[in-house]
């Protein structure tokens, strides 16, 4: 059976709850809303105003983690900052999962990764509404709802394991212990599937498709957006909602959409779908529904 991917090109609070809607499913519980509050000095994160609705109908949690790489978002304090500076405080109470503390949670059947490292925090929350900004990525090639959930809840330290593969949860070592561009990216697939597992499965994904820059919220000088935006994509299943993005990206006219697809092209990026299919995290056969006809 196909999994279900809902499409509209209505980018606005209104058009991000109706397809939350769409989706037919209630997240239970306490519910934390994953996002990227988006490197100071970038401004294409998905901004509080287009958020908001959403996350109070849900009574929902902003959270986060500290980054890896550096930057203002590594240290709590300054990562505090700017989650109040960019304007998430104002919406919803936020939780930067890892100020305190991490934990392990177990990879199963891994080739790279025995356990994932993600915030203490995380085991306050009863679900978690996956909410990205679909867009390209200098190490990945592009970043979906699959990195939200891998390098996006993990630690710092589990930000390092994954990107080195599991040589290190070191951050200060993580550039000497780069591995092979498919290693990475089956890390996050990896990673993306453990979340998945601890939290048996009370996550929905929704991605945004807008801002497209090559480029992610992470990096301070991104650069500008270079197709037009498309649409929203949510689902139950984060491989098929990817892969539809992936889809809406090589079946566009845009005049931008060869410099995107360059991006993802050169990091090898797609190759994270078949794997995280693999392992079970879903499936890339999917069934489009358009809730604007």
Known sequence: MKSKVYFTKNISPEGLTKIYDA?????KGKVGVKISTGEPGGHNYLKPELIANLVKKLNGTIVECCTAYGGKRQDPKEHWKTIKQHGF???APCDILDEFGEFEIPVKAGKHLDV???????KNYDSFLNLAHFKGHAMGGFGG?????SIGFASTAGKA???????????????????KQEHFL????????????YMHGNILYIDVMNNLSVD????????????????ILASADPVALDQACIDKIWASTDRGRDHFIARVERQ???????YAESLGLGSRDYELIDIDE
Not at 116 to 122: A, F, K, L, P, S
Not at 161 to 179: C, D, F, M, Q, V
Not at 220 to 231: A, N
């Open 268 to 274: 090898n990026g797609r190759h994270i779908l078949p």
């Open 23 to 27: 989706l037919g499913v209630k997240l």
């Open 161 to 179: 394991y994954i990107h080195t593969a599991g040589k290190t949860r070191s951050a200060a070592e993580l550039w000497n212990h780069l591995p």
């Open 186 to 197: 089956e890390s996050m697939a990896e990673a993306a599937k453990a979340v998945q597992d």
């Open 89 to 91: 405080l104002s919406i």
């Open 145 to 149: 709802v699959i990195k939200n959930q």
């Open 116 to 122: 994932d490292i993600v915030g203490e925090h995380m």
């Open 216 to 231: 992610c919220d992470c990096d301070s000088h991104p650069e500008d957006p270079c197709m037009k935006d498309i649409g």
